[in-house]
């Protein structure tokens, strides 16, 4: 398999146009007609050659000599590259009829070769290699051309100079009849492509080194047979079957099929005529993680725990006809796919189920797809955490709640296109959705009602358009009459905002209102002025005595504080409090030594401080050595250490911080609050002061 991807590189960066002046700029082999990108790839397609050019450099490994018109390759044609260490050769579209005998006799590093798109016959494949010996060929592609069958009359892979294969590409080359017993010589191949023939007939054979066998867009009647009895399995190490587009209509024997094929990774029955899926059809396919059932052709009836298998990461099962699937019970529909991870529904009519309860077990679903299936509310999807992708195009939709929403972090795609929705509001989805810049939301092609209501959505449109579809013609007014097939970014909103007798109404109440609350604006901006104008007539002058510091302390005071409050500590407390009044506080950062057990330094400094000073911020409460430290003020204050505690409050704390035990604190011991206006820290400063001189007397 890795030799086919990377042929299909090669032939991808090789294969293009190139204009003189490039050929002339570029080229790492100027005296050749081709062009050579690098020193070791000479690209010489479509220049009309019937022969191998001169002149390449002896570097080279791969030769592109696509779209010539070669015809017929005699004994010499390679004799101008003999001495070239080939590994990658494509031949495709040089409708080449004949290889002689000894053509590919040189050739003998030749790792890929591409004879895709000729007219090569089974018989003139076995002419060309019936006389030469083994070949390093390791991958092969023969699609095209014109092969009919394989079975052991034209038994060409049995020639030596195929034997290493392990990549074989046959596609489109009218095979009618299969018999992999034609494979046998080649002991080593993993990946056969016979896609896109006539293949009616079908005979197993085992291939113990086959992973990949691909059969997709032939005429099988029924399911290749996997095994020769129960133990006895033709491709015991086979991880990808591919069935897609088939005439397969009975899957009765899917279950035993499972004990064959235990290495198998991914199925795909899409686009057959199947009939029925069985309970339990795929719960011997033990490693089964992709399974694939797409656009299935008729009526098909899928009974109870039909997927049941604790492997499976992605399932995709839908109908050409909606309707024309019937799901015996679509709770237990997916009942046993707890880690399943993408799942695509398409073509089913959901309109009768309850969906939210369908994929309520899928806790590790990352993507999700309904498609087509008429449901008319977007199914509750809280419990589903990992969810990535959302799609839910071309349903009955008719409007969105956030609370089918909630809970999903790692959103980044939603599409609802081509639904019912007439309106699209802040709260039809979370916030965090309509906000998050790398979340994709395509909600075109749906009949938007261009009135007020929609003026929210239409300003987050045009501000957000590379998070949508980024197409304007799929955003369209359906109604009302006057914006009917005008664009939702030419919807003119201005009438909007027009004054009428209600809002008149309400502008003159709500002026009442202001006038109500002026004054207490007012009182409550002026509050420190007025507040330091009344202290300073109560006590003529704000003065503190001099400090009469005690010696059975260390310190005058222990600040517990946040360290992302560390600039107003040293800025201001520091500042005023011990170089300007010669008080000594304790600060954990500067003062607590490294080394010993924070908790007991924390403790036995509180100790040794007359005053146990919290400086109260959202930061504070935030951090859990504020919690503790607040705790630890809590428990002195019941033991009756009121007198010790003094509190500064730095900002107001919001609501989720303030705990019952803070409440206490606040109402029982004094306090300080900050503030940014001159007055009121004058007022501030005074009080701080007035409490560390209160625990001296």
């Not at 005439?247 to 686009?271: N, P």
């Not at 003119?492 to 202001?514: F, P, R, S, W």
Request: include cysteine.
């Amino acid at each position: 398999m890795k030799y086919l991807r990377t042929l299909t590189v090669f032939l991808l960066l090789v294969i293009h146009t190139c204009t003189p002046d490039e050929m002339a700029s570029a080229s790492h082999c100027p005296d050749s007609v081709c062009f050579c990108r690098g020193l070791d790839t000479a690209d010489c397609s479509y220049r009309n050659l019937s022969n191998i050019p001169s002149g390449l450099p002896a570097s080279i490994r791969s030769l592109v000599m696509s779209g010539n018109p070669l015809y017929s390759l005699s004994d010499d044609f390679f004799r101008p590259v003999e001495n070239l260490t080939l590994k990658n050769l494509a031949l495709d579209k040089c409708n080449i009829f004949r290889i002689s005998t000894f053509t590919l006799e040189p050739l003998r590093s030749l790792e890929m070769l591409d004879l895709s798109s000729n007219k090569l016959y089974n018989a003139m494949l076995d002419n060309c290699t019936e006389k030469l010996g083994y070949s390093t060929l390791k991958v092969l592609n023969l699609s095209g051309n014109l092969l009919y069958t394989l079975d052991a009359i034209y038994n060409f892979l049995e020639n030596k100079w195929f034997s290493n294969l392990t990549d074989l590409i046959m596609q489109q080359s009218q095979v009618r009849k299969v018999e992999m017993k034609s494979f046998k010589n080649l002991l080593y191949l993993q990946t056969l492509d016979l896609s896109q023939n006539a293949i009616e007939q079908f005979s197993s054979y085992g291939l113990p080194t086959l992973k990949t066998l691909d059969l997709s867009s032939n005429s099988l009647p029924e399911f290749p047979r996997p095994c020769n009895g129960l133990n006895n399995p033709f491709y015991p190490k086979l991880e990808n079957l591919l069935l897609r587009r088939n005439r397969i209509s009975e899957t009765y024997l899917l279950e035993d099929y499972g004990h064959c094929l235990t290495a198998l990774v991914k199925l795909d029955l899409s686009l057959n005529p199947i009939k029925i899926i069985l309970p339990f059809a795929f719960v011997y396919f033990k490693d089964l993680t992709y399974l694939y059932l797409e656009q299935l052709l008729g009526v098909i009836e899928v009974n109870k725990f039909a997927f049941a298998t604790l492997n499976l990461r992605e399932l995709s099962i839908g109908n050409t006809v909606k309707g024309y699937m019937n799901v015996v019970d679509f709770y237990t529909f997916l009942l046993y796919n707890p880690f399943l991870k993408n799942l695509s529904l398409n073509n089913i009519n959901l309109s009768l189920v309850n969906t939210s309860r369908m994929l309520s077990k899928l806790t590790n679903l990352t993507s999700l797809s309904i498609l087509n299936c008429n449901i008319q509310n977007v199914p509750t999807l809280t419990n589903l955490p990992l969810l990535s992708s959302i799609d839910m195009s071309f349903n009955s939709i008719q409007s969105l709640h956030a609370e089918a929403f909630q809970f999903l972090g790692k959103l980044k795609y939603i599409s609802l296109k081509s639904n019912a929705l007439t309106s699209v509001t802040l709260e039809s989805l979370p916030r965090v959705l309509w906000d998050t810049s790398d979340v994709l939301i395509d909600l075109s092609s749906n009949p938007f009602d261009c009135v007020c209501s929609l003026e929210w959505f239409k300003l987050w449109y045009e501000n957000n358009m590379k998070r949508t579809s980024d197409n304007a013609s799929l955003y369209i007014c359906n109604t009302p009459t006057q914006w009917q097939e005008v664009p939702l970014v030419d919807f003119d909103t201005a009438d909007c905002h027009e004054l009428n007798q209600y809002v008149v109404m309400a502008l003159i109440i709500a002026g009442v209102l202001c006038l109500v609350a002026l004054s207490f604006i007012v009182v409550r901006r002026y509050r420190w002025d007025i507040k330091y104008y009344i202290h300073a007539c109560k006590y003529n002058k704000l003065t503190s005595p001099p400090v009469n510091l005690r010696d059975d302390f260390l310190y005058d005071g222990f600040v517990a504080y946040n360290t992302r409050d560390r600039k107003w500590i040293m800025a201001e407390l520091v500042e005023h409090v011990e170089r300007k009044h010669n008080y000594k506080l304790c600060l954990h950062e500067r003062d607590i030594i490294p080394g010993g057990v924070y908790v007991e330094d924390v403790l036995e400094s509180i100790d040794f401080s007359r005053k146990f000073i919290l400086v109260l911020s959202n930061n504070f409460m935030d951090d859990q050595w504020g919690r503790y430290e607040t705790a630890i003020a809590s428990h002195t204050l019941a033991e009756g250490g009121d007198g010790k505690l003094f509190l500064i409050l730095l900002e107001d704390i919001r609501s989720e911080y303030i705990t019952r035990s803070l409440k206490v604190l606040l109402k029982s011991i004094g306090h300080a609050e900050w503030t940014k206006n001159k007055n009121g820290q004058k007022i501030f400063w005074n009080n701080v002061v007035q409490n560390l001189e209160k625990s001296e007397k």
